[in-house]
T-cell receptor, first 112, second 119 residues
Framework: KQEVTQIPAALSVPEGENLVLNCSFT??????LQWFRQDPGKGLTSLLL?????REQTSGRLNASLDKSSGRSTLYIAASQPGDSATYLCAVKTGAGNMLTFGGGTRLMVKP | GAVVSQHPSRVICKSGTSVKIECRSLDFQATTMFWYRQFPKQSLMLMATSNEGSKATYEQGVEKDKFLINHASLTLSTLTVTSAHPEDSSFYIC???????????????FGAGTRLSVL
């Protein structure tokens, strides 16, 4: 059974810092990995999707990498801003069923 | 614009009542939809897979008689929380996987979620 772990569970940084969020998964036979942002009490916003054959994806100040063989992904946020404060979730798609297995999330607070 | 529409966004009800949540796929037909639940400060956990025209598939530990799922059309799935109790208070969110042979490679779309509070 796939298990997804995110470290750290919470992170507080001053504005402007570059930061890295970590995601690990136990079953490397994944189709893809997706990073989401969730604001308090809100739904999910998809940030980046990395296919199993890819190493990384970039969108603006966000860069996500994938090392499938070691079961790890990182989300790099450059020059963090207070507006980046949210919970970041990683999720993997394993098997043909299309459902996602989510990590516990990292609650990020960027202080002005 | 939104690909998945979920209603209502917020429900407050008395213990013992039933609550229906709708999930609509706006841009494409979906033979499958997923229902997730998220307790405060926890991650999303898959509850069930909604299958158009057939019975839903429930994850271990999810009571099928408690959480009724109906997927009557290719664009609509409903989740009914029957005889809701305070412990059912949670954030419920649906998702629609992309369709087609290449769908497994694509982004999965989520509704905005429904926050259920049972008094």
């Amino acid at each position: 059974k796939q298990e997804v772990t995110q470290i750290p569970a919470a992170l507080s940084v001053p504005e402007g810092e570059n930061l890295v969020l970590n995601c690990s998964f136990t079953d490397s036979a994944i189709y893809n990995l997706q990073w989401f942002r969730q604001d308090p009490g809100k739904g999910l916003t998809s940030l980046l999707l990395i296919q199993s054959s890819q190493r990384e994806q970039t969108s603006g100040r966000l860069n996500a990498s994938l090392d499938k063989s070691s079961g790890r992904s990182t989300l790099y946020i450059a020059a963090s801003q207070p507006g980046d404060s949210a919970t970041y979730l990683c999720a993997v798609k394993t098997g043909a069923g299309n459902m996602l297995t989510f990590g516990g999330g990292t609650r990020l607070m960027v202080k002005p | 614009g939104a690909v998945v529409s979920q209603h209502p966004s917020r429900v407050i009800c008395k213990s013992g009542t039933s609550v229906k949540i709708e999930c609509r796929s706006l841009d494409f037909q979906a033979t499958t939809m997923f229902w997730y639940r998220q307790f405060p400060k926890q991650s999303l956990m898959l509850m069930a897979t909604s299958n158009e025209g057939s019975k839903a598939t429930y994850e271990q530990g999810v009571e099928k008689d408690k959480f009724l799922i109906n997927h009557a059309s290719l664009t609509l799935s409903t989740l009914t929380v029957t005889s809701a109790h305070p412990e059912d208070s949670s954030f419920y969110i649906c998702s629609v996987p992309p369709a087609g042979a290449q769908g497994v490679k694509n982004i999965q779309y989520f509704g905005a979620g429904t926050r259920l509070s049972v008094l």
